[in-house]
């Protein structure tokens, strides 16, 4: 084999090397579902903010990894949402696991918001965090002051929700390394979030997905 084609053969041995790391690594979306209520608890419904969503490194300094600015609207009953289409690169790399990432979730008032005036803001965040258990990633969920997020864990899927006290907003967010997450996956956090006081088959069945909610169990 000649130097030139020596070269080109290596060449085409790492392309193929490093294309085979990124197809091993899934790619996984987040998705946040997010509900605004009043010091009652009455929906926030058709409010506009001002949203900004950062990634940022969990250590001193906070580095900012990602970040994404937009009009934000709550829809009739008071959900509104947003979604990270690729989360894996700052989850891991090379097949192994990175730091903990934080998610940090800032809304600001502009001219159309009613509920928050300036200065005034609301700021929240958690903190996603990474592990390798049997050659498998596994994922945990917690608040800034550390208390962690209830899961729910089905093939593919993760499921946190968190109600945020003496605050505006429940939330919860959805993991999948099969995406996209469909909207029935949606549906079901946004019910495990906030049971539907009006369903009487509550506590005898599990919800399409098998999310549980309130009294519900889980689906075999």
């Known amino acids: 084999m000649n130097l030139i084609k020596k070269q080109i ?44 969503v950062k990634l940022l490194t969990a ?3 906070r580095t900012v990894l990602w970040s994404q600015a937009s009009r934000a609207k709550t829809d009739e009953h008071g959900w509104f949402g947003f979604t990270v289409p690729d989360i894996s690169g700052y989850l891991m790399e090379g097949g192994s696991v990175k730091e903990p990432v934080v998610i940090s979730l800032e809304m600001f008032p502009n001219q159309h918001t009613c509920w928050i005036k300036e200065p005034q803001d609301f700021m929240v965040s958690y903190t996603l965090t990474p592990e390798l258990k049997d050659n498998a990633l596994h994922l945990k969920m917690s608040r800034m002051e550390g ?31 099969a995406p996209p997450i469909d909207q029935n996956s949606v549906g079901d956090l946004r019910q495990w979030i906030v049971p539907d006081p009006t369903d009487s088959g509550a506590a005898t069945r ?15």
């Open 59 to 61: 250590e001193p300094g």
């Open 147 to 177: 208390s962690e997020l209830e899961m729910h864990l089905e093939d593919h899927l993760y499921a946190f929700k968190d109600e945020y006290p003496f605050a505006y907003l429940m939330g919860g967010f959805l993991l999948s390394d």
């Open 9 to 52: 053969f290596l060449i085409l041995v790492s392309v193929f090397a490093f294309a085979a790391t990124v197809a091993a690594q899934p790619v996984i979306e987040l998705s946040f579902q997010g509900i605004l209520t009043d010091g009652e608890g009455q929906e926030i419904s058709n409010e506009h903010f001002d949203l900004t």
């Open 206 to 220: 599990g919800v399409k997905g098998g999310f549980p909610k309130g009294g519900y169990r889980k689906k075999n």
